[in-house]
């Protein structure tokens, strides 16, 4: 199985900046592709960013030119520089991974992170 715990979430003010960081662990073979999510009360969880295992990113239009994700392949982290934060971005947010894991044979599999309270005040 695979793990993956989220740390860097807490209150940062409007126009402030936060870094989270999400560290996979467990029988991965390789992490195809890693991801942020982010989730309010009473919404869907929607897709802030993702990036492949070759670098190729996708952000939402929401946090486009704000925000940055990255990842370091031999450390299994992906990143999430969050700048320029606005209340709108208040969310738990989550990391996924799409994960290829096992020991002798494999699977795929998605998995997700506990989540991190990310609040911003105006």
């Known amino acids: 199985q695979v793990q993956l715990v989220e740390s860097g979430g807490g209150l940062v003010q409007a126009g402030g900046s936060l870094r989270l960081s999400c560290d996979a662990s467990?029988?991965?073979?390789?992490?195809?592709?890693m991801g942020w999510y982010r989730q309010v009360p009473r919404k869907q969880r929607e897709l802030v960013a993702q990036?492949?295992?070759?670098?190729?990113?996708d952000y939402a239009d929401s946090v486009k030119g704000r925000f940055a994700i990255s990842r370091d392949n031999a450390k299994n982290t992906v990143y999430l520089q969050m700048n320029n934060l606005q209340p709108e971005d208040t969310a738990v947010y989550y990391c996924?991974?799409?994960?290829?894991?096992?020991?002798?044979?494999?699977?795929?599999?998605?998995?997700w992170g506990q989540g991190t309270q990310v609040t911003v005040s105006s």
């Open positions: 996924k991974a799409e994960v290829d894991y096992g020991l002798g044979y494999f699977s795929r599999g998605d998995f």
């Open positions: 467990g029988s991965i073979v390789i992490i195809n592709v």
């Open positions: 990036i492949t295992s070759t670098g190729t990113t």
